[in-house]
């Protein structure tokens, strides 16, 4: 059973910056793609970022490109999210999902995910 | 990156069927066999039903169907049970190598 649990969310202020962590448990973390995925509080998912699994391919929505940057250690089976000008629109459940072994490019497992709250 | 059209809200009976629609372009869902569908109940992760268009996952009950035309995509839960009330979101590969979701649907068992 897939397991994925994301740490270091919390209240920040704007302007400033926030590192998320996802821990990844129970499958063969080094061959999937990893994404981010946010929800801001009653409202749809949106796609945030994906790596692919050697971390050499990276894609972010308009909406953090620039400001957020994602990425992981295939060691420690951890994939991060670093982000920084943090702005109001950016409170959010984020959760850290797993890509499809067959393409990457979709997801199947998601973790619980972890509410940023920029104040 | 626009995100996919879907209805807010679809309701049905017990038993019956709803089917809930999922519109991008030819540069997402109309382009790629890449559609899937997530369920979510309040306050919990999203859970894959559907990938591929038309594939479930393991464990996922056969109620749950996947299909597409063109640039729409549908997801058609037969036999409807109290425990299919929840919020479905599509998502979709698209040409840029990214992700989009669709804005989400509300189904209520009436």
């Known amino acids: 059973q897939v397991h994925l649990v994301e740490s270091g969310g919390g209240v920040v202020q704007p302007e400033r910056s926030l590192r998320l962590s996802c821990a990844a448990s129970?499958?063969?973390?080094?061959?999937?793609?990893m994404h981010w995925v946010r929800q801001a509080p009653g409202k749809g998912l949106e796609w945030v970022a994906s790596?692919?699994?050697?971390?050499?391919?990276?894609y972010y929505a308009d909406s953090v490109r620039g400001r957020f940057t994602v990425s992981r250690d295939n060691s420690k089976n951890t994939v991060d999210l670093q982000m920084n000008s943090l702005r109001a629109e950016d409170t959010a459940v984020y959760y850290c999902?797993?890509?499809?072994?067959?393409?990457?490019?979709?997801?199947?497992?998601w973790g619980q995910g972890t509410l940023v709250t920029v104040s | 990156q626009s995100a996919l059209t879907q209805p807010a809200s679809v309701s049905g009976s017990p038993g019956q069927s709803i089917t809930i629609s999922c519109t991008g372009t030819s540069s997402d869902v109309g382009g790629y066999n890449y559609v899937s569908w997530y369920q979510q109940y309040p306050g919990k992760a999203p859970k894959l039903m559907i990938y591929d268009v038309s594939n479930r996952p393991s464990g996922v009950s056969a109620r749950f169907s996947g299909s597409k035309s063109g640039n729409t995509a549908s997801l058609t839960i037969s036999g409807l049970q109290a425990e299919d009330e929840a919020d479905y979101y599509c998502s979709s590969y698209t040409s840029g190598n990214t992700l989009v979701f669709g804005g989400g649907t509300k189904v209520t068992v009436l």
């Open positions: 999902a797993k890509g499809r072994a067959a393409f990457w490019l979709t997801i199947d497992h």
């Open positions: 129970r499958f063969t973390f080094s061959i999937c793609g």
């Open positions: 790596m692919s699994s050697d971390g050499g391919s990276q």
